[in-house]
């Protein structure tokens, strides 16, 4: 969970904004014609197919739920729908424009694209992951907001909400989660699963196992008959945030 915390205060946590173009990627326009792939492209498709992989080798996701995505400029590369993890190749690259129209590849993206296009448009994002965990599920059926049992808390920008129901693959859904994530780098969707954003594929992940991480804690300490989990106070948060901006080693 290193890029998580390393990364606590790194301005991917502030909700809704208009997008800055440049931020950390390339932000012109596809200098190729529609169909061919850059380098850059093709090499974050291989890092992006690979944290796909990762959610399955961890256990947050089962067979084909759950998506990744990853921005470069205007293009979204995204996993394709109902494409096991394992058998996607480079040849299965699949990317969209901020409208959602395909420019790369021929299999259909994700029928959560509606969420991704979402944070992006919204926030300075440049990487998703969407999961089905299954403890931060559980939650979400539970609770309006996961308690802060735990200082990591404030690596998502504060207690997570719980964005209320809505059909997979809907704006609906969409608009739900825009107003969890306000003032966070992630959210859970009730009744379906979670969402996180971060500045890289890995720092989107480690947010996504975290918050896993927490609504197992929160699970575990809940289930003691008789006993009632103690909860940070927002000064306890903050301080801990302080401390987090200065975690990791200096490059």
Same mark, same amino acid.
């Given at each position: 969970?290193?890029?998580?915390?390393? #990364?606590?205060?790194?301005?991917?946590? @502030?909700?809704?904004?208009?997008?800055?173009?440049?931020?950390?990627?390339? /932000?012109?326009?596809?200098?190729?014609?529609?169909?061919?792939?850059?380098?850059?492209?093709?090499?974050?498709? &291989?890092?992006?197919?690979?944290?796909?992989?990762?959610?399955?080798?961890?256990?947050?996701?089962?067979?084909?739920?759950? #998506?990744? /995505?990853?921005?470069?400029?205007?293009?979204?590369?995204?996993?394709?729908?109902?494409?096991?993890?394992?058998?996607?190749?480079?040849?299965?690259?699949? @990317?969209?424009?901020?409208?959602?129209?395909?420019?790369?590849?021929?299999?259909?993206?994700?029928?959560?694209?509606?969420?991704?296009?979402?944070?992006?448009?919204?926030?300075?994002?440049? &990487?998703?992951?969407?999961?089905?965990?299954?403890?931060?599920? &559980?939650? /979400?059926?539970?609770?309006?907001?996961?308690?802060?049992?735990?200082?990591?808390?404030?690596?998502?920008?504060?207690?997570?909400?719980? &964005?209320?129901?809505?059909?997979?693959?809907?704006?609906?859904?969409?608009? #739900?989660?825009?107003?969890? $994530?306000?003032? %966070?780098?992630?959210?859970?969707?009730?009744?379906?699963?979670?969402?996180?954003?971060?500045?890289?594929?890995?720092?989107?992940?480690?947010?996504?196992?975290?918050?896993?991480?927490?609504? %197992?804690?929160?699970?575990?300490? /809940?289930?003691?008959?008789?006993?009632?989990?103690?909860?940070?106070?927002?000064?306890?948060?903050?301080?801990?945030?302080?401390? $987090?901006?200065?975690?990791?080693?200096?490059?």
């Amino acid at each position: 969970m290193a890029e998580a915390l390393r #990364n606590a205060d790194d301005g991917h946590q @502030g909700g809704r904004q208009d997008v800055p173009q440049g931020v950390g990627q390339d /932000s012109g326009q596809r200098d190729v014609p529609p169909g061919e792939v850059r380098q850059d492209e093709a090499r974050l498709w &291989a890092e992006l197919t690979a944290t796909a992989r990762r959610t399955v080798a961890d256990g947050l996701v089962v067979g084909t739920s759950g #998506n990744v /995505s990853a921005r470069v400029g205007d293009l979204v590369l995204v996993t394709p729908s109902g494409v096991p993890y394992d058998r996607l190749t480079p040849d299965d690259i699949t @990317g969209v424009d901020l409208t959602g129209r395909q420019v790369l590849g021929t299999l259909v993206p994700t029928s959560e694209l509606p969420l991704h296009l979402a944070v992006y448009r919204t926030t300075d994002a440049r &990487a998703v992951v969407h999961t089905h965990a299954v403890h931060a599920t &559980a939650v /979400s059926t539970l609770l309006p907001e996961l308690p802060p049992v735990h200082y990591m808390t404030v690596a998502l920008g504060g207690p997570v909400r719980v &964005a209320p129901y809505a059909t997979y693959g809907t704006g609906e859904l969409a608009e #739900n989660m825009l107003r969890a $994530l306000a003032g %966070r780098s992630g959210c859970l969707l009730q009744n379906h699963g979670t969402i996180t954003y971060g500045a890289t594929l890995d720092q989107a992940y480690d947010r996504t196992a975290q918050l896993e991480w927490m609504c %197992r804690l929160w699970l575990t300490a /809940s289930s003691v008959p008789g006993m009632t989990p103690s909860l940070l106070t927002e000064a306890q948060l903050a301080e801990a945030g302080e401390r $987090l901006k200065g975690y990791g080693q200096r490059r």
